[in-house]
């Protein structure tokens, strides 16, 4: 009947559209979409499977009404409606008169231009990374703790569902060579599980788990004018929407990743980590995006065998996210790294590129200060006096040791002009038994004091001209006796410089040798 019903809808919708190429259907495995002018109609196939049950009419329509009610929180100009589809089926209207056989959700079209998948294949937005990263961080930020968070993410379920996608792809991977592979992930990603009940608790006890969006892939964004969009969360399964927020996060670095755009993903993931503070996410952050590619590999090889299939390519895309799975249990040994310099020198900009170089983890002193004293809150104290700025320093080094034992590479924007400061950090490497290295960040005062100038209002750093005179008449140099590798860097050549590899290579091959040989 569903496929009567189709026909007919889709003959109604033509003979009201002037142009036919304006008209259209695309059919998935669980749905069918008609395309009409500015409308789309999303229209559930009447299927139960191991993951979804849209059986009966009462099932589609209640999901209809899901879909509709948690997309709306991320795009609502998208989601318009729950319809009715009246009968008989060869006579189907959408809200007619006839009785009820089945529902659509009614949707804005929009264009496949805007796409994250497509706009991803174009040279990229210079703010990407900050438009993707606000608009994960906001919605999550948004999500309060449901009765579906005291029912899902505990421990056991994220371990069993990951311990079932690994036994399904050792019965889907073809090549002996990545059995090997797999197995060795496996083994890995089922102790480290066990390794991480107690976060995984945690985390869970502090509200993490939420209803989130559950498929967040770049083929589920829209990226239009600088607004980023996210649509198609899951509907069919509260147990794969009530998730950890990084598990949801993990799933658009994971893609990304695998997309080849690696320091994008780097950059999201800071974006992420400075709107949210959740720097306590990077202890499960490896895991989620292991269990996310394992996922993907799983999903390219069951479609391998289907009709119509290109088994060739699948296996070809599953390999690429094994090999991103493979990687998250042995990503090298951290390091910390502090960048040195005064205001408007800019570290930040700069360090972010680094910190992409380095997949690591940037941690920004004026975002920091912000979070401890307030940003522009003129009844705060002084951001700037010795106490704010000891606090700040003491957060920075709270940061960097969480990073660095959760096996992340710590990358501390600051200034640190004094001698006392750096003694603190350079003690820090020492007790977390890691490599240390410095970015020397050298600007004329002139350009320094132009930069300030411009940037007033328009960035996490309050600092001022003031600031300014003020660090450079009391800043200590860098000494000869203090350890650690230092890199200077001109930061007066172009932003787009730092993007390469080549400036910081000296002092990532200090920091891990090992890898910049294979580089």
């Not at 502090?206 to 964004?221: K, M, Q, S, W």
Request: proline share 5%; aromatic share 6%; glycine share 8%.
């Amino acid at each position: 009947m569903q496929l009567r019903m189709i026909e007919a809808l889709g003959r109604r919708l033509s003979a009201n559209q002037p142009d036919a190429a304006e008209t259209g259907l695309i059919e998935t495995h669980i749905s069918w979409i008609l395309l009409a002018g500015q409308e789309a109609f999303k229209i559930k196939k009447a299927v139960g499977l191991d993951f979804l049950d849209y059986s009966t009419l009462e099932d589609r329509r209640f999901f209809c009404q899901e879909e509709l009610r948690l997309n709306r929180r991320t795009a609502p100009e998208l989601y318009l409606d729950v319809l009715p589809i009246t009968g008989p089926a060869e006579e189907a209207a959408f809200d007619g008169r006839g009785p009820v056989i089945d529902y659509a959700v009614h949707m804005r079209r929009f264009a496949p231009d805007g796409l994250l998948t497509t706009v991803l294949e174009r040279p990229l937005p210079a703010d990407l990374a900050a438009a993707l990263a606000s608009a994960v961080a906001g919605f999550h930020q948004s999500l309060r703790r449901g009765r579906g968070s005291s029912l899902h993410g505990l421990p056991e379920e994220i371990r069993n569902a990951t311990s079932e996608v690994c036994a399904s792809l050792s019965a889907l991977v073809p090549r002996a060579d990545s059995q090997h592979r797999l197995r060795d992930v496996s083994q890995w990603i089922e102790a480290e599980g066990e390794r991480l009940d107690c976060v995984f608790a945690a985390r869970r006890q502090a509200g993490r788990v939420r209803e989130c969006h559950g498929d967040l892939h770049c083929g589920n964004i829209i990226v239009r004018e600088g607004r980023v969009r996210l649509f198609d969360g899951i509907e069919f399964s509260a147990s794969l929407r009530f998730i950890d927020v990084i598990d949801d996060l993990a799933f658009l670095l994971m893609d990304l990743q695998a997309r080849g755009h690696a320091p994008l993903a780097n950059a999201c993931l800071n974006r992420y980590l400075e709107a949210t503070a959740d720097y306590d996410g990077l202890r499960v952050l490896r895991y989620y995006v292991a269990y996310r590619a394992l996922v993907r590999a799983m999903v390219e090889l069951m479609q391998a065998h289907g009709a119509g299939a290109a088994p060739e390519r699948a296996e070809r895309r599953a390999a690429t996210y094994l090999d991103i799975a493979d990687r998250q249990r042995g990503p090298g040994r951290p390091a910390l790294v502090l960048t040195h310099g005064f205001s408007g020198a800019g570290k930040s900009s700069l360090s972010l590129a680094l910190a992409g170089h380095l997949d690591g983890i940037r941690l920004r002193a004026d975002v920091e200060r912000g979070r401890l004293f307030g940003v522009g809150d003129a009844s705060q104290p002084d951001k700037y006096s010795a106490h704010a700025s000891e606090a700040t320093y003491e957060q920075l080094a709270h940061l960097a040791t969480l990073c660095a034992s959760s096996g992340w590479t710590a990358l501390v924007d600051a200034t640190f002009l004094q001698r006392t400061r750096r003694a603190r950090f350079h003690a820090l490497a020492g007790e977390l038994g890691v490599p240390l290295g410095l970015v020397d960040f050298q600007a004329p005062p002139e350009l320094l004091a132009e930069r300030i100038r411009a940037r007033m209002g328009r960035d996490a750093s309050e600092a001022d001209l003031s600031v300014l005179r003020s660090q450079i008449a009391s800043a200590d140099p860098l000494g000869e006796d203090e350890p650690g590798f230092v890199l200077p860097y001109d930061a007066t050549r172009p932003l787009a410089d730092a993007a390469q590899r080549a400036p910081w290579q000296p002092l990532l091959a200090h920091l891990c040798p090992a890898r910049e040989a294979r580089a």
